[in-house]
């Protein structure tokens, strides 16, 4: 999941600097919500092995 929110920003990035607004602005909102549900899982993900560590 981080490799595609890592390739939307490059697309992001690419279509800002050839001037597509629209097309950079919905790659980077992409890429932003797609971080962060990668954030989310991998604090999960986390927290879970620490408590099943635990037992």
């Not at 597509?20 to 991998?42: C, H, M, N, P």
Request: charged residues 5%; without cysteine.
């Amino acid at each position: 999941m981080l490799y595609w929110a890592i390739l939307f920003l490059i697309v992001a990035i690419v279509a800002g600097i050839f001037g597509f607004g629209g097309v950079a602005s919905a790659s980077a909102g992409i890429a932003q919500v797609l971080f962060t549900i990668f954030l989310v899982l991998f604090i999960v993900a986390i927290i879970t092995h620490v408590v099943r560590g635990r037992r």
